[in-house]
C-alpha cells in the first residue's frame, strides 16, 4: 500500500523568509502532483513531476522530485501573505492516473 | 470555458435518507473521480472510472455508490449504510493513462455534505 507522508502539517512563517515543503512516499513511482487549496474551496494543480530529477519553478515556489530518495520537495523563496494555503503532493501509484495524497501543510505566511 | 461543476454546494441529509451528488465535465476528459475530505486532512478516494459504464472501487467505497452512463457526468449516491457521510467531496477528472506529459487531475468546486 502506497503511503504518502507531508511534513510539517502546519508552518506560520514571516514575509520574505524561505522554506521548505518535504513529501516522502512508500514505493516506487515516477510521477508527483502539488496542489494548493485556499480554505473551503477546491485543489489548484500547480505542478506535475514527471520523472527523477525533475524541477520546476512556478514564482516564488520551485518543486523537485527525486525518485530513489522518494522525495519530492516544495521550495518556498521570499514567501508573501497571498502564498497562505494549504498544500498537498499527491503520488501516481499505477498507471491510470491513481493518486495516493499526503495529508497536507497548511502554510500561514504572516506579514 | 472547460470546466467541471458540482452541485449542490452544500447538502444536508437527514439519518437514513439517500442524497446524490452531481458531477459534470466538459473537458472531454474519459476519467472521472470521486475523493473525500474530512477537516484538516488530505483526500480519499471514493471511485473512479476510466471509461463510460465502467468503475471502480477506490479505498473507502463502502456506504457510497456511483454510475457512468455518460462521459461527461459522474454521480455519487451516498447511502444510508455511509455512516460518518459529513465532509467536503470533490469530484476530479482527467485524461486516461497520463497521454500528455503535462496532465494533471481537474478539480471541480466541491459539495459540503452534513448530516444533521
Known amino acids: 500500500e502506497l503511503k504518502v507522508e507531508q511534513n510539517p502539517l502546519f508552518l506560520s512563517m514571516q514575509e520574505g523568509k524561505n522554506y521548505t515543503i518535504y513529501c516522502n512516499y512508500s514505493?516506487?513511482?515516477?510521477?508527483l502532483y502539488w496542489y494548493r487549496q485556499d480554505p473551503g474551496k477546491s485543489l489548484e494543480s500547480l505542478f506535475v513531476?514527471?520523472?527523477?530529477?525533475a524541477v520546476k519553478q512556478e514564482g516564488r515556489l520551485m518543486a523537485s522530485l527525486d525518485t530513489k530518495a522518494r522525495l519530492s520537495t516544495l521550495h518556498i523563496t521570499a514567501a508573501v501573505h497571498d502564498l497562505s494555503a494549504t498544500y498537498f503532493c499527491?503520488?501516481?501509484?499505477?498507471?491510470?492516473?491513481?493518486?495516493?495524497f499526503g495529508g497536507g501543510t497548511r502554510l500561514m505566511v504572516k506579514p | 470555458d472547460g470546466g467541471i461543476t458540482q452541485s449542490p454546494k452544500y447538502l444536508f441529509r437527514k439519518e437514513g435518507q439517500n442524497v446524490t451528488l452531481s458531477c459534470e465535465q466538459n473537458?472531454?476528459?474519459?476519467?472521472m473521480y470521486w475523493y473525500r475530505q474530512d477537516p484538516g486532512q488530505g483526500l480519499r478516494l471514493i471511485y473512479y472510472?476510466?471509461?463510460?459504464?465502467?468503475?471502480q472501487k477506490g479505498d473507502i467505497a463502502e456506504g457510497y455508490s456511483v454510475s457512468r452512463e455518460k462521459k461527461e457526468s459522474f454521480p455519487l449516491t451516498v447511502t444510508s449504510a455511509q455512516k460518518n457521510p459529513t465532509a467536503f467531496y470533490l469530484c476530479?477528472?482527467?485524461?486516461?493513462?497520463?497521454?500528455?506529459?503535462?496532465?494533471?487531475?481537474?478539480f471541480g468546486p466541491g459539495t459540503r455534505l452534513t448530516v444533521l
Open positions: 514505493t516506487t513511482s515516477d510521477r
Open positions: 476530479a477528472s482527467s485524461l486516461p493513462g497520463l497521454a500528455v506529459s503535462t496532465d494533471t487531475q481537474y
Open positions: 473537458l472531454n476528459h474519459d476519467a
Open positions: 513531476l514527471l520523472s527523477n530529477g
Open positions: 472510472s476510466q471509461i463510460v459504464n465502467d468503475f
Open positions: 499527491a503520488v501516481e501509484y499505477n498507471a491510470g492516473n491513481m493518486l495516493t
